[in-house]
């Protein structure tokens, strides 16, 4: 054969193997010798982060994740440029107050809407901290004692659909109630008016737009430059619809603002109670633009209604799964006045463990919290990392250590009876440090109250094997929340 080549081509072509040879040694050369190297992981994590990204749109990253970490340890390499840790001193320095370690935009600008940014995704820490302060206020759990009132009101109304339903159908479907109730208490305390799910018990337009929304935020935090193009305005299949999702919802969220801004200027004696009443009275000393309140109340329905809805449902399932975990809280419960409110409730000894333990196995928010390693790099659990690689942390392992979590996968609520400090350190299912969840008294309230009203009103609850429902429908989908798979849970009375 190579009769037919000539010297000429064939010194040519020794010559262009040479260097494809060379540039494949260059190229393995510095991937061996990257600082990310000498961190363990699959080999395949030295070339490419493709594989973490198809198994983050499946649904399977997570657990993924976590068997890297059973298999390599504490700190494990995911892609050429991110990492995650589980090691708690570690998590404690990611997460802190001082924030050194700012939100990885990667991740965190494919969730929001183009050219806007809110207190949940930006990565400017100065941003950040004014917005964080000027809105938390509301938050405290002083704050919201004014606000109980509305959260009862919407309980209450969510048990009388869930005792109707099961009168109608036989079973009631909680997830679909707490969902609808979750997002009518948000829409009220952000818009000053529900969105009226409970009473018509359906999801309205806006409502349907934030699910298929969230849906896609995992197509979108994985290809984070495809969804910057599609919301640029370029035709990319696939993204197109995300784009006009994220869009209509701004629309909605301005027209209720604005109309709440209208009914508040014109009746100024008669203030709706909100988490922005002190902002449109403007008690404030340094008030928010408008288009920072629509951006901020987009992320407070987003934040506060399906985590909320996830933690009620998986709680009311697994105590259902147990008669004797019932039957325990519900004689608990029955010692609370007739007329209670959710002060009774904060003592409550059991119900609070049930709270922590559904928390700790169920993490509405279980997966991945990226984060930039600071400029100068760390050492974390004896690894160095160059300033701007990513580093992650999720709940899912967090809560899963067997060392501190004896057993982790039994949902066992008698082990917070008396916690020890590495259980509380080890629990993150609000994340932590200065971007810790700013709803998280709210929706404790949201909890204690949820679960009381529900366990007094239907104290023999049981988890129904009607319309084929059964434990698969409940497996935990793990994408940045944690759905049911059959995006259902089926509860009937004896
Ligand atoms: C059981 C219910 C909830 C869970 C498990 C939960 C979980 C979380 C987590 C893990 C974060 C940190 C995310 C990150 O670091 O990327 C977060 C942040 C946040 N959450 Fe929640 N959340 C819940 C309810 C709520 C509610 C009811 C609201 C009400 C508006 C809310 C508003 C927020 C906001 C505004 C942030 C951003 C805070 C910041 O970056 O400073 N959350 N939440």
Redesign the pocket.
């Known amino acids: 054969m190579t009769d037919f080549i000539s010297p000429a081509w064939q010194q040519h072509a020794s010559l262009l193997l040479g260097l494809a040879g060379l540039a494949i040694v260059a190229y393995v050369y510095s991937i061996l010798s990257a600082p990310l190297a000498k961190i363990p992981g699959p080999w395949h994590s030295l070339f490419t982060g493709q594989l973490i990204k198809i198994y983050g749109l499946q649904g399977k990253r997570t657990r993924y994740v976590h068997s890297l970490h059973q298999k390599y340890g504490p700190v494990v390499r995911l892609s050429p440029r991110e990492v995650d840790v589980t090691d708690l001193p570690s998590v404690k320095e990611i ?1 802190a107050v001082k924030a050194t370690y700012t ?1 990885s935009p990667h991740f ?1 600008h494919a969730l929001r809407a183009p050219g806007t940014e809110n ?2 995704s ?1 990565t400017d820490v100065f941003f ?1 901290r004014r917005h ?1 302060k000027l ?1 938390q206020g509301p ?1 405290s759990e002083s704050s919201l004692k004014t606000l109980q009132p509305i959260i009862e009101a919407r309980v209450n109304m969510a048990i009388d659909r869930m005792a109707e339903e099961m009168k109608t159908r036989q079973v009631a479907d909680v997830f679909k109630w707490w969902l609808f109730m ?1 997002t009518d208490v ?1 829409g009220e305390l952000t818009f000053g008016e529900s969105f009226r799910m409970l009473e018509l018990g359906k999801k309205n337009e806006y409502s349907l737009n934030l699910e298929q929304a969230a849906a896609v935020g995992a197509k979108r935090t994985a290809f984070p430059l495809l969804a910057r193009l599609a919301s640029a305005g370029l035709p990319i299949p696939g993204f197109g619809d995300s784009t006009r999702l994220i869009r209509n919802n701004e629309k909605f969220a301005t027209e209720s603002l604005q109309r709440y801004r209208k009914l508040v200027r014109e009746n100024p004696d008669q203030p709706i109670n909100t ?1 922005f009443k002190k902002v449109f009275k403007g008690e404030q000393q340094e008030e928010l633009t408008l288009r920072e309140l629509i951006d ?1 109340a987009q ?2 329905i987003i ?2 209604s399906d ?2 809805a ?2 009620l449902t998986y709680l009311v399932w697994q105590v259902c799964c147990s008669p004797e975990i019932r039957d325990r809280l519900v004689q608990e419960l029955q010692q609370v006045p007739d007329e209670y409110h959710d002060d009774d409730l904060q003592h409550l000894a059991y119900l609070q463990q049930v709270i922590e333990e559904t ?1 700790r196995v169920y ?3 279980p997966s991945a ?1 990226p984060r930039i390693v600071p400029q100068g790099g760390s050492t974390l659990a004896g690894q160095y990392l160059p300033g701007g690689a990513i580093v992650s942390t999720q ?1 899912f392992s967090l809560h899963r250590n067997p060392d501190i979590f004896p057993d982790p996968d039994t949902f066992d609520p008698d082990r917070w009876a008396h916690p020890t400090k590495a259980m509380k350190d080890s629990m ?4 932590g440090g ?7 008294h ?2 404790r309230i ?2 204690r109250l949820g679960i009381a009203r529900f366990f007094r009103a239907f104290p023999h609850a049981k988890v129904s094997t009607r319309e084929g429902f059964s434990d698969q429908d409940m497996v935990q989908m793990l994408f940045f929340l944690g759905p049911p798979k059959g995006k259902r849970c089926l509860i009937e009375c004896a």
């Open positions: 997460h939100k965190y207190v949940f930006t950040h964080r809105l938050f979750a948000i988490l901020s992320v407070y934040a506060g985590t909320t996830l933690a928390l993490s509405p928010a919290l709940a993150m299912p609000f994340g200065s971007r810790i969840c700013m709803g998280l709210l929706a949201e909890l």
